[in-house]
């Protein structure tokens, strides 16, 4: 995730290389001048040009280029080894560490398995590493486990998992959905809503019932359109709003959320008219109540990021605080193998009477690792891909640069 947009420059490749440069590790990214760079560890640079590089959810980078108004792309691994490359008006698309299909205006995905080739669609990658291959020629849909090995067939051409409860898959069923087990049988009709700890909010004569999936059994029948239907968390709609239970009674809401962890619900979150912020956990027990800010959100289990456009705080699972920053008016996570804040604050050009927006990280402690930074590229545990003035490079995480390109005129 970029933080910054790196200015105009006209830059040099001045490399700098300092000492411990020189060992195995990952590929990073960054802005110069005009190109967008991958280099690695070493300083040396895997590709530059003036297409869009981005990371994917295996840690490798798609580049993205264009030849003669066609669309041409390079894959990368993590280590900077050249995976695939696609023909002019192709797509590439890594679908498992190992899977890399291709598309072109048309035709189906191409997904070559242990020397078979795949036809298909449309596709869903699972968090257990496991594949769905929808629209199969010839018909049908394909489970793939996480070695590619075939787990289940279905019958039907359009299915996607649910989410909210690992093995089921919904299908369309007229103006609704259907839900369809993990053996390809068609369970379920007329499913409204999925409404938490693997229940679904079915349409019943002239009303609703909310059903367990892999039981069967009925938990309620009755008028209420359940929003969520948890233990200790039961939401509903009030005119416009939404109904949710606070130690004082029901609350009207002006949102309601939910935050995943590896594939499973942790948290739910809502505002209430009451100027409070409610943390549910997962089985929809009530954590705490706090001060509303301008938004909250779960950084990871245990917790919570709060900002109110100048101070941003961590709370904890109990909502007491644990730290707190002021004079930051935004604040996002940087994408990378180590997780981090990527705080903006704004000072004025008095030269050029224009606000000048730079950025510092911090740690999830509330530590400040570094400050002062133009822009923010990439993150590792071995460091950051930063700009700091009119120079682009990796810094450790106490500012040091192992490498950098400088302006031709430093």
């Not at 066609?70 to 691994?77: E, G, T």
């Not at 009709?189 to 079915?202: D, K, N, Y």
């Not at 994408?335 to 999830?364: F, H, M, N, P, W």
Request: glycine letters at 12%; charged letters at 25%; aromatic letters at 10%.
């Amino acid at each position: 995730m970029k933080c910054g947009k790196a200015a105009g420059l006209a830059l040099v490749l001045g490399l700098c290389l300092l000492a411990g440069c020189g060992r195995q590790g990952p590929v990073w990214q960054l802005t110069v001048g005009q190109d967008t760079l991958l280099a690695d560890a070493g300083g040396r640079e895997i590709w530059r040009g003036s297409g869009q590089a981005a990371r994917n959810e295996f840690g490798c980078y798609l580049v993205t280029e264009f030849a003669d108004g066609q669309p041409v792309q390079q894959l990368f691994s993590r280590q900077g080894e050249l995976l695939a490359s696609s023909l002019p008006g192709e797509q590439l698309l890594q679908l498992g560490p190992d899977w890399i299909a291709r598309q072109k205006m048309g035709e189906y995905w191409r997904l070559p398995i242990d020397q078979e080739e795949y036809r298909f669609q449309s596709f869903y990658i699972q968090p257990d590493g496991s594949l769905l291959l929808c629209g199969l020629e010839g018909g049908g849909s394909l489970l793939l486990d996480a070695d590619g090995a075939v787990a289940a067939r279905f019958e039907q051409d359009v299915i996607w998992p649910l989410s909210e409860a690992p093995g089921w898959y919904e299908t369309p069923d007229g103006e609704r959905t259907a839900l369809v087990d993990s053996q390809g049988q068609l369970r379920y009709h007329q499913v409204e809503r999925m409404v938490g700890q693997g229940r679904a909010l079915l349409r019943a004569d002239e009303g609703y019932q909310v059903v367990e999936l892999d039981t069967g059994k009925v938990l309620y029948t009755g008028s209420e359109a359940w929003r969520l239907y948890l233990d200790g968390l039961q939401v509903s709609m009030k005119g416009s709003g939404l109904r949710i239970p606070t130690p004082q009674g029901k609350e009207s809401a002006s949102y309601l959320d939910s935050w995943a962890w590896q594939g499973r619900t942790a948290y739910y979150l809502a505002a209430a008219d009451g100027d409070s912020q409610y943390v549910w956990d997962a089985q929809g027990g009530l954590l705490f109540a706090a001060e509303a800010w301008d938004w909250m959100e779960p950084v990871e289990p245990g917790l919570f990021l709060q900002s109110d456009g100048d101070t941003i705080r961590m709370l904890d699972e109990t909502g007491a605080e644990l730290w707190r920053r002021e004079g930051y008016q935004s604040v996002t996570f940087l994408d990378g193998e180590k997780t981090v804040l990527c705080c903006a604050r704004g000072s004025v050009d008095s030269q050029e009477a224009a606000v000048r927006i730079q950025y510092d990280l911090l740690s999830l402690e509330g530590e400040l690792l570094l400050e002062g930074l133009d822009a923010v590229y990439d993150a590792a545990p071995e460091g950051v891909a930063v700009r700091r003035g009119d120079t682009v490079g990796i810094a450790d995480w106490k500012g040091n640069w192992k490498y950098f390109w400088a302006d031709k005129d430093q």
